[in-house]
Structures are given as structure tokens and as C-alpha cells.
């Protein structure tokens, strides 16, 4: 049996229904308790619900090296290329781009043993055909037995899903903003101004709109190492040996471990900055607990020694960051700014 319509808006409805069933599952992980929103809720941004400098996996004690990226907006996130005008890597999901495609990207989790722990494909067909709405993707995809196939169609209803308003909203503050239905306060229009001036945030958080969005996404996806410090708190470092994914001094390579070039070590891919106030902690290590810190960090890292030294240091940004001489005051209208980028601005009656 195959879908019951042709009418592709239909189809792609009922897709976007079947992958939020996949994506709040918690009986698809091994062992059963853990799903895609526990890293990536819809009440924190679509990143981690207990806001943890990084997610614990389905099996307890084991963790990830990472702090869990938001997946809002990951679906204008460009394939990772090379962009031999700018000289530098491009896309690619995840913080080190290794994942090239929305779908791809959707399948790793089930798979990875410090995260939902499945030891491969069938065992996650095996436990998604005891579900109710297992006849949902055979009516959308058809009735077949090849577990490759439906694992690919079980990745393909988790991108429509991501690739949702509700994933994907521009509902903004700053959406009304640009839309004319909103005024910018003193201390937002401040922020603005330093955002795209005195504090170089525009020069990654980029302001223009982007082409497949036709929005502005506050990324152009490039990769930078931002001088961040190593996570005495990350529980990564305790794993068992087996499960350990960094240097043997602890160091994530990031990019570089993806491309194979030393000279990409220890960057990260710059993330959006949309619904940034609900996303914390901060980081590719979740160092920064709160706005204020990492904005703080940005702004006086070169000069200043409240801060730990740099986890990878060799390729550290030292022209965009670290010097900014911004006032206390201009920090606290960037942090006001980047407040205005939460998803769920309703205009005031």
C-alpha cells in the first residue's frame, strides 16, 4: 500500500506528523528512555532540556564530547565544501560539519553508543515497527521488508520534521522588527548597532539574508576556533576508555579530525545565534553558562586573565574577538539584542 493522495503538500503534512512522532519516541533508544528531544526540546530552542553543558547518552554515565547544537534552522545548513574564494570550510552539520545532509544527520544519533546507543539499523526498524504509527510510514512509503529502506524513510519523515515551521518559525522579535511591526528599543538599537560595528558579531552572525531562507539566519556556516576553554566540567572526560572521542590531552579537534588538516584544528562551526537566549550553555564544549559570560569572553579574552587559556591554541581567532573594548553597557545591549532572535514574539495588543 502506498500513500492514499498524489497532493505533495498532503504528503509532506503527514510526514511532518510522522517525523515529531519519531522525534519525541523515547522507546527508540537502547536502553528505552531517551529521544531526540530529550538533547533538542522545543521549550529550550531545540537544544538540550536541562540545559547540561553536554547530554548525558541513553545508557547512564556515558556522554558525548559535545555540548547538543540546536537543530532549529539546520535545514539551510549547506553540505560542507570548501570555499576556495574565502579560504575556508563552508556547511555541514554538526559542530565539525561531518554530517552532510539534514536526513544524514537525523540517522546518526540512533546509531551513536554514547548517545541513543542502538548497535545498528535493525535494531532501530525493529523497535520503530512495534510502534503505533508504523502504518503511517508504510501508507507514506510503502510495504517493504529491506531494513536499509526503512531506516532511509524513518531519517526522511525526521528532516521533514526539522524542516518545520515549528522547527523553523522566524517568529521573532526581530522578524516583526524587519517586518515593520516592531520598534527597537534604546538599548536593542545599541545592540544592534554594536553587533554589526564595534563588537564584529556580523562578521560570522551574519546579518544579510540568506538565500534559501530569504531570511536572515545569524550564520554563514564557516568554522573558527574562538580561543573557548577546556570544560573542566564536561563528564566526557570520564567515560570509559572505549567510548573516549578526544586526543589523548583531551583536546577536540573539531574540523580538523573531519577534513584531515592540522590547520582546521579545534574549529567549530559557527552556529546560528536564533533563539540563543534559550540555548545555554554555550560553546562547542558548553563552557559559558550564560549570555553575559561568553559575550564578556569575546570582548576582553586577549586582555584580560578571568579566563583559562585556549583548549586548541594554534589556530585561535585574534582579529574578530578577544580586544573589543566594549563598555558594560554595550555588553549588556549586545546580550539585550541577541534576546530579541527568541522564536514566539507575540506583538502586544
Known amino acids: 500500500m502506498v500513500s492514499c493522495t498524489n497532493d505533495p503538500a498532503y504528503n509532506r503534512k ?33 537544544a538540550d532540556i536541562e ?23 539546520s535545514m539551510f545548513v549547506p553540505n560542507l565544501y570548501y570555499d576556495e574564494q574565502e579560504e ?25 553508543p554514547v548517545e541513543m546507543g542502538n548497535l545498528d539499523r535493525r535494531m532501530v526498524v525493529d523497535k520503530v515497527k512495534r510502534t503505533p504509527y508504523y502504518s503511517q510510514i508504510v501508507q507514506l512509503y510503502g510495504d517493504t521488508e529491506n531494513v536499509d529502506s526503512i531506516y532511509t524513510y524513518i531519517t526522511d519523515a525526521l528532516a521533514v520534521y526539522q524542516s518545520s515551521k ?19 528599543t534604546p538599548q536593542e538599537k545599541l545592540g544592534l548597532d554594536v553587533f554589526q ?24 556556516h564557516t568554522y573558527d576556533n574562538l580561543g573557548i576553554p577546556k570544560n573542566p566540567r564536561n563528564p566526557h572526560y570520564c567515560v570509559p576508555a572505549e567510548y573516549f572521542l578526544l586526543t589523548s590531552d583531551s583536546i577536540d579537534l573539531g574540523l580538523g579530525t573531519i ?29 559559558f553558562q550564560t549570555l553575559e559570560e561568553i559575550v564578556h569572553f569575546y570582548n576582553v579574552r586577549d586582555v584580560s586573565d578571568e579566563f583559562p587559556p585556549a583548549e586548541y591554541q594554534v589556530t585561535v581567532n585574534k582579529d574578530e574577538l578577544g580586544d573589543l573594548k566594549l563598555t558594560a553597557e554595550e555588553e549588556a545591549a549586545l546580550v539585550a539584542f541577541m534576546k530579541m532572535l527568541t522564536d514566539g514574539f507575540t506583538q502586544p495588543k
Not at 27 to 38: D, F, K, N, R, V
Not at 51 to 73: D, P
Not at 203 to 213: G, M, N, P, S, Y
Open 14 to 46: 503527514q510526514k511532518e506528523f510522522l517525523g515529531e512522532q519519531l522525534f519525541h519516541d523515547t522507546s527508540l533508544s537502547e536502553p528505552p528512555g531517551q529521544s531526540c528531544a530529550t538533547c533538542h526540546a522545543l521549550e529550550k530552542g531545540f
Open 51 to 73: 540545559s547540561r553543558s553536554v547530554s548525558e547518552g541513553a545508557v547512564k554515565g556515558l556522554y558525548s564530547q559535545r555540548n547538543a547544537m540546536t537543530v532549529s534552522y
Open 88 to 112: 575556508t570550510y563552508v556547511g555541514g552539520l554538526f559542530w565539525d560539519g561531518r554530517s552532510p545532509s539534514l536526513q544524514d544527520q537525523a540517522g546518526e544519533p540512533f546509531l551513536n
Open 166 to 184: 515549528q522547527v523553523c518559525p522566524f517568529s521573532s522579535k526581530f522578524d516583526a522588527y524587519k517586518k515593520g511591526n516592531y520598534t527597537l
Open 197 to 220: 560595528n564595534k563588537g564584529l558579531c556580523a562578521e560570522c552572525h551574519i546579518l544579510e539574508r540568506d538565500v534559501k531562507a530569504r531570511r536572515t539566519l545569524f550564520t554563514d
Open 259 to 287: 577534513v584531515g588538516k592540522e590547520e582546521e584544528n579545534g574549529k567549530f562551526r559557527v552556529p546560528t545565534l536564533r533563539n540563543v537566549e534559550l540555548t545555554a550553555p554555550y560553546g562547542h564544549n558548553g563552557y
